[in-house]
């Protein structure tokens, strides 16, 4: 079997998705997701000029051998343009080599390790209590664990939510340019725990709370934090300070039991080490799409485990499903698996494009046997949405610093 065509396509369903269709010359094709938020046209045009050439005529089962090939080949490693396109590629190799053994694909991994996929959902507002509102019907529904993000009284914008739209920011799809948004730590740090303690007041203690900080704190601030919300008992606080300094966590590590997730911009294994060997988080957020693949996805988890590290992917929706499907075979297969974020179904637009079944109930995901990963995408549909081009927003504190957004 032989690769003989990759399509890209570029779409904004309901927001901006590059998928790929990776067609092999018995008529199998494999799909990948190679979206890479706000600056995806640097990935199609690093897959147009600079992969696809180099795949025609390549056996699509050496999946190892291709990613090595583009991630050693390329010279230039790293980087979340490289690693998101070979990711888009390793992807769709998976789904070829399934549809090829007629299996799903945790089944190529080694098969499952637990009945579902335990999941995160969102519960955001624009005050705490609408984020409590939330809460109260994620719990009804059936979520055993649920992040919470409030929006700061008092400021422009938050994470969280945009303003009067209350909804995601990576689900925009008309900002032409960044907009700007304003941030306070101090006010921030007052406010958060206030959410937590009305939440374990309204909610109890068996509810599993968790919250993203998004980079915005200084490490000793982050300490803080952790420190002050030790009396709620989070599954996690996420993305406390940006790990380009590994070191840095050592500052938190050391002033609080509070558990450190980090890593949903992380693209290879060297980004984790440091802070898995030296024991300085807990959960490892490392997505399909940016972190190059699932064939690299595993060796994390593998080297995470011998740490006590669990794995919990990135699942924002400015990962297309075609991400979260893969997720899915990762998340039953991997034995220190934890949680997977997970922001719902889909908008009815992403419906009539990608094609998928998965059953959320009790909390758990759970997947048929479809072979390969089990998604399909419809071209003639996707062609009703153009890409727009749009970015996340930036921050600056209150007197022009520009911040981490
Ligand atoms: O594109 C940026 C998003 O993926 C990010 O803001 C989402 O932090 C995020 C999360 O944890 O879902
Ligand atoms: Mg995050």
């Not at 007041?201 to 002050?228: Q, S």
Request: proline share 5%; hydrophobic share 40%.
């Amino acid at each position: 079997m032989k690769i003989k065509d990759i399509k890209i396509f570029l779409n904004s369903v309901s927001r901006n998705f590059l998928t790929i269709k990776i067609w092999t010359d018995e008529g199998i094709y494999g799909l990948g997701d190679g979206t890479l938020n706000g600056r995806e046209m640097a990935v199609v045009s690093y897959l147009e000029e600079h992969i696809v050439p180099c795949l025609i005529g390549k056996d699509p089962s050496q999946i190892e051998d291709i990613w090595q090939y583009l991630y050693k080949g390329a010279y230039w490693r790293k980087g979340p343009v490289t690693m998101t396109a070979i990711g888009a590629i390793d992807m769709a190799l998976w789904d070829i080599k399934g549809k090829v053994a007629g299996l799903p694909v945790y089944q190529l991994l080694g098969g499952k390790s637990r009945k579902g996929v335990t999941v995160y959902g969102h519960a955001n507002g624009g005050s705490i209590d609408e984020v409590m509102v939330n809460l109260g019907n994620m719990i009804k529904e059936g979520y055993k664990v649920v992040r919470l993000q409030s929006k700061l009284p008092d400021t422009k914008g938050s994470y969280g939510t945009l303003e009067g739209k209350k909804n995601y920011y990576e689900l925009q799809s008309d900002r032409p340019l960044p907009p700007e948004l304003e941030w306070n730590t101090t006010k921030y740090m007052n406010f958060v725990p206030e959410l937590f303690k009305r939440a374990r007041a309204e909610y109890g203690n068996e509810i599993r709370l968790c919250h993203d900080v998004h980079n915005r704190l200084t490490p000793i601030e982050a300490a803080r934090l952790g420190k002050i919300l030790e009396p709620y008992d989070l599954l996690f606080l996420e993305d406390m300070v940006p790990a380009d300094n590994q070191d840095t966590y050592k500052i938190i590590r050391q002033h609080t039991t509070t558990p450190l997730a980090i890593g949903e911009i992380f693209n290879t294994i060297w980004d984790t080490k440091g802070l898995i060997e030296n024991q300085l988080i807990d959960y490892c957020r490392m997505a399909v799409s940016h972190g190059g693949g699932i064939t690299p996805l595993v060796k994390v988890a593998n080297f995470a485990s011998l740490y006590h590290v669990r794995m919990a992917p990135h699942g924002a929706p400015d990962l297309s499903p075609i991400s979260s499907m893969a997720h899915m075979h990762f998340d039953l297969w991997a034995p220190n698996f934890a949680v997977q974020e997970f922001i719902g179904f889909g908008t009815p637009e992403m419906n009539t494009v990608f094609k998928f079944d998965l059953k959320l109930v009790d909390g758990l995901l759970y997947l048929t046997d479809a072979p390969g990963l089990g998604i399909d995408f419809d071209e003639e549909a996707a062609s009703n949405y153009p890409y727009k081009r749009s970015y996340l927003p930036v921050n600056r504190l209150e007197d022009g610093t520009m911040w981490g957004w």
